[in-house]
């Protein structure tokens, strides 16, 4: 049986997760504002349903892949210093995950933008 407290409360610490690495991360509000400026776009355009969905998965995709790049390099600094060679790698790692999701997400959005410009 669901206990509405305990998921109450799991609710409340993710929400405090997010409000945390939203104040911490740059690149996450840099990223945002991009995906609010595509939702912008995307009701200037009047895009459809089916591109609304791509719209927002592909926001999606990026920001969850920043969430999770904080969250190794997070973990990361704590089982290792900052100066090991494998901490090193596994940041530039999951930074190159957010990267190939941020580069994804302009292609589509060029794919789905574009030939509404013109």
Request: aromatic fraction near 8%; avoid cysteine.
């Amino acid at each position: 049986m669901i206990k509405i407290k305990r998921l109450v409360k799991s609710f409340r610490y993710a929400v405090k997760g997010l409000a945390k690495i939203f104040r911490e991360e740059q690149n996450l509000k840099v990223q945002s504002f991009a995906g609010l400026l595509a939702i912008s776009a995307a009701a200037y355009f009047h895009i459809t349903r089916i591109e609304w969905a791509v719209i927002i998965l592909m926001i999606g995709l990026v920001i969850l892949m920043e969430i999770i790049n904080s969250a190794v390099e997070r973990v990361a600094d704590i089982l290792k210093p900052r100066i090991d060679s494998y901490v090193k790698e596994i940041k530039d790692i999951t930074a190159a995950a957010v990267m190939l999701a941020s580069i994804i997400s302009i292609i589509v959005g060029a794919i789905i933008f574009v030939p509404h410009v013109f």
